[in-house]
T-cell receptor, first 109, second 115 residues
Framework: QKEVEQNSGPLSVPEGAIASLNCTYS??????FFWYRQYSGKSPELIMS????GDKEDGRFTAQLNKASQYVSLLIRDSQPSDSATYLC?????????FGKGTRLSVIA | DTGVSQDPRHKITKRGQNVTFRCDPI?????LYWYRQTLGQGPEFLTY????????KSRLLSDRFSAERPKGSFSTLEIQRTEQGDSAMYLC?????????????FGPGTRLTVL
């Protein structure tokens, strides 16, 4: 059973702070890694993808991948109340996407 | 480019009835996926298509569930003899399926309530 683990939260950060979201996965053959944002009652929205070790930055978002440690993270800089949502980590290898249960982020104004 | 669309957005049915959902992927996306999501869980893979071919089905998928993508464009997901445990959000996603990267984009979902 391939698993993706996330802390369910809630993770509370003040407005303007850096939010750090973490994810571990069990399948060493995983090749593609994604972060989705999901607002309550809405569908997941792709915000970052990462395929190789290291950091990938896109605006206020930075994804970090460490395949040796089977660990992927998402940093959100200058957090805004509009970032309050559930963040889903998803991993793909030789099987279709496996999602974690998500981390609920709350940005306090 | 329009996004993934799903119809209906909400469906309320009685236990034992059959329901069918439709998904229209992003145009020219070869791959189409179906997922199910319940409260507090991440989306759970059900099945996916590469063009009109159904390439994989989850082992957890009951034989009451069937999906088609007859012309490699839109897809339908049918649930026969619905049960209360089928109540969930049914999500469709599509991806280009080429170029080595498989970013999936989700539709708005169909929320099913089985009474």
């Amino acid at each position: 059973q391939k698993e993706v683990e996330q802390n369910s939260g809630p993770l509370s950060v003040p407005e303007g702070a850096i939010a750090s979201l973490n994810c571990t996965y069990s399948d060493r053959g995983s090749q593609s890694f994604f972060w989705y944002r999901q607002y309550s009652g809405k569908s997941p929205e792709l915000i970052m993808s990462i395929y190789s070790n290291g950091d990938k930055e896109d605006g206020r978002f930075t994804a970090q991948l460490n395949k040796a440690s089977q660990y992927v993270s998402l940093l959100i800089r200058d957090s805004q109340p509009s970032d309050s949502a559930t963040y889903l980590c998803a991993v793909e290898g030789n099987t279709p996407l496996v999602f974690g249960k998500g981390t609920r982020l709350s940005v306090i104004a | 480019d329009t996004g993934v669309s799903q119809d209906p957005r909400h469906k309320i049915t009685k236990r034992g009835q059959n329901v069918t959902f439709r998904c229209d992927p992003i145009s020219e996306h070869n791959r189409l996926y179906w997922y199910r999501q319940t409260l507090g869980q991440g989306p759970e893979f059900l099945t996916y298509f590469q063009n009109e071919a159904q390439l994989e089905k989850s082992r957890l998928l009951s034989d009451r569930f069937s999906a088609e993508r007859p012309k490699g464009s839109f897809s339908t997901l049918e649930i026969q003899r619905t049960e209360q445990g089928d109540s969930a959000m049914y999500l469709c996603a599509s991806s280009p399926g080429t170029g080595g990267y498989n970013e999936q984009f989700f539709g708005p979902g169909t929320r099913l309530t089985v009474l």
